[in-house]
């Protein structure tokens, strides 16, 4: 079993950072793959970032060149850089887990899940 807890989500201005953390417990992540989602008000669920157990990393065309998505596995924490936020980038923000090495798009691919933490971006 593996457990998830977001933190780091918040209001920032448009044009602004903000560094979304997940932290993992339980077992050790080292070899799964780590995904963030996002999930607007009516809107699906859907992958923006991903890491797998080697380092490569997947990114929606939405956030290239915006967002980083690294790991620390001594620390078993996953985590999202989001520079130059826009307001189409407010949403729900999840964490997830994938029991093998490498990512997959679909929500249906992961395991674990975390709680959410709100990103919303406004002036």
């Known amino acids: 079993q593996v457990q998830l807890v977001e933190s780091g989500g918040g209001l920032v201005q448009p044009g602004g950072s903000l560094r979304l953390s997940c932290a993992a417990s339980g077992r050790t992540f080292s070899t799964y793959a780590m995904g963030w989602f996002r999930q607007a008000p009516g809107n699906e669920r859907i992958l923006v970032a991903a890491?797998?157990?080697?380092?490569?990393?997947y990114y929606a065309d939405s956030v290239k060149g915006r967002f980083t998505i690294s790991k620390d596995n001594a620390k078993n924490t996953v985590y999202l850089q989001m520079n130059s936020l826009k307001s189409e980038d407010t949403a729900v923000y999840y964490c997830a887990c994938r029991r093998v090495a490498g990512w997959s798009i679909p929500t249906s691919d992961y395991d674990y899940w975390g709680q959410g933490t709100q990103v919303t971006v406004s002036s």
């Open positions: 890491i797998n157990w080697g380092g490569n990393t």
